[in-house]
Every structure is written in C-alpha cells, then in structure tokens.
C-alpha cells in the first residue's frame, strides 16, 4: 500500500497505522471499501472520535543516564484539558518507553501493537482522538545526548554534543527551546531558504533608489543577519547574552552535532469553525 493511502485513511478514520495497513490489504487497496469494513468493528467506535483533529497534547523525553542515546515524542490530544489528564500522561509514558526500550523512532513501533490497544481504549474513556505523532531517536557518537523539557511538557529538545558533558548539553539544549534556532550552524541552512530571503530582501532594496552596488551590500548584510539570528553556534546564549552558543561550547572543548525540537501542535491545520455556520450547517444537513 502507498504511503499516501495509508495516511488518507488514517487521517479520514484516525486509525493506527497498522490497523489502517491491515484494512487497506483486506480490501485490495480500495480505501472505500476498507472504511465500509472499519465501520464494522469495534475499532471505528474510537473512529468516529478520532475524526476531529488532534493538536495539543504534550512531548515527552527519556535520556540514557549515561547519556549515550535520548528518546523524544509527541502525543495528541484535542484539548490542553485532557492533555493534562493523569490517564493521559500515564499513555505518554507508555509511548516514550516504549521508544526509549526499543530504541527507536519508528511509528510503526511507537503507534503499533499495544500502544494502539491503549490508545483506542483511551479514546473510548476519554471521548476525545489521542494519536502518536512523532518520534525521535538522536544517538551519541563521540559525546553526549542532553536534554531539556519546558515546564508545561509543550516544547521538548534533545542535543548530541561531540565532547562536552550533559550539563553543558543540558544548558544548550534550554537555549534552544527558548530560542528555536533553525540550524546548528550557517553552513546548515538549506540553500533554497537563503534563496528565498535572498529574494525577499532583493526586492525590498531595490525600492530604496541606491545604486545597484550598494543595493547588493544592504542584501548581503540582511542575509548575514539572517542567517546570525537563526543559526545556534551564532546567538547568543540565553543564560549569559555576552556570549554566544557557539563560544560557550568550544569552550568547554564540545561541539554541537544536531539538535530536534519539538513543539506541540506545530505544523498542524487547525480547522477554524464558526460556531453560527456550524450550527446552520447541521440544520440544512437536516
């Protein structure tokens, strides 16, 4: 089955992926036809649930205490209530130690098996969809893995420093969840994203009525500065702004290797209904 199918289905059920994979093989790839047999069991009880969308909830870390590998995810609830739920949180560490015991970032692990069974039994108690998201897995190589979680469980962060301790990790870790760099490093940022503020700023100066000699240094200066303010080794760090990250960790001899953050809900539509239209929309259904 093509991913794509997979995810349609799973977004039009709110299903597991496995049971979404499953349903999709018994029916040959007909997405009709495997919702019709959906519907028809237990599971889509959870389903019709499921159907809203999904997109507060918490992350959650779990870090090697030797520091040799660290585990994130991000679970889903629809309201920060439930988020906040003690049988939510309880689901959370079950995903999380899960990943943390298989060592893994893979959904089909994270969301399968017994997950899957808990989640749709929570769903059943709690009347709202809850789904497994993400996952990430950041190993050390030649280093440590630190970590930092925000007070609320809303934005998470593991860093793999080559070098360095897991204080140190720790403390660049903090600073990225306040700051949420894009990159590690200049050299990191994607050349299309230079391209496009290199665009922006371009037709932004050619408005100033300077001469082209000029015009093309204010654009080097703003992209200089872009790329300064989104990249970690270049802003200064939070806890001391005198510094930056950068010199912080090459002076406790580190270098940082890769970082993810987390934040819940980030790159999720949110679909926005007038309650009037909704109320007018189930009366014309009507």
């Known amino acids: 089955m093509s991913a794509a199918l997979v995810k349609e289905l799973r977004e039009r059920t709110g299903l597991g992926l496995l049971e979404c994979k499953k349903a999709l093989a018994a029916a040959d790839g007909d997405i009709d036809v495997a919702i019709e047999e959906l519907r028809k069991s237990s599971?889509?009880?959870?389903?019709?649930?499921?159907?809203?969308?999904?997109?507060?909830?918490?992350v959650a870390i779990k870090v090697a205490e030797d520091g040799s590998f660290g585990v994130l995810v991000e679970v889903n609830s629809e309201t920060d209530f439930v988020a906040r739920d003690d049988n939510f949180r309880g689901f959370v560490d079950q995903v999380v130690s899960q990943a943390y015991d298989s060592r893994t970032e893979d959904l089909?692990?994270?969301?399968?098996?017994?997950?899957?069974t808990a989640r749709q039994a929570l769903v059943q108690k709690i009347g709202e969809n809850i789904s497994v998201r993400r996952g990430s897995l950041v190993e050390a190589n030649a280093g440590v893995v630190g970590a930092y979680v925000h007070g609320?469980?809303?934005?998470?962060?593991?860093?793999?420093?080559?070098g360095g301790d897991q204080d140190?990790?720790?403390?660049?870790?903090?600073?990225?969840a306040a700051v949420n760099p894009q990159v590690v490093a200049p050299a990191d940022m994607p050349e299309e994203m230079i391209a496009k503020e290199r665009e922006i700023y371009t037709a932004q100066a050619q408005d100033s009525g300077k001469p082209a000699e000029i015009v093309e240094k204010m654009?080097?200066?703003?992209?200089?500065k872009f790329l300064a303010e989104n990249s970690l080794t270049e802003q200064a760090f939070?806890?001391?702004p005198d510094m930056t990250v950068g010199k912080l960790v090459q002076g406790a001899g580190a270098k940082v290797v890769r970082f993810t953050?987390?934040?819940?809900?980030?790159?999720i539509a949110v679909e926005k209904v007038d309650f009037a239209d909704e109320v007018a929309a189930q009366l014309n259904a009507s």
């Not at 089909?108 to 899957?116: N, Q, R, S, Y």
């Not at 609320?152 to 080559?162: D, F, M, S, T, W």
């Not at 140190?168 to 990225?176: K, N, Q, T």
């Not at 654009?219 to 200089?224: A, L, M, S, V």
């Open 43 to 58: 599971g889509m009880k959870a389903a019709k649930k499921a159907g809203r969308t999904a997109a507060d909830g918490v």
């Open 108 to 116: 089909e692990v994270l969301a399968g098996g017994d997950i899957e």
């Open 152 to 162: 609320n469980q809303r934005i998470a962060v593991l860093v793999e420093l080559e």
């Open 168 to 176: 140190l990790a720790r403390d660049v870790a903090m600073h990225i």
């Open 219 to 224: 654009i080097d200066g703003r992209i200089r």
């Open 238 to 240: 939070v806890k001391d």
């Open 261 to 267: 953050r987390f934040e819940v809900g980030e790159g």
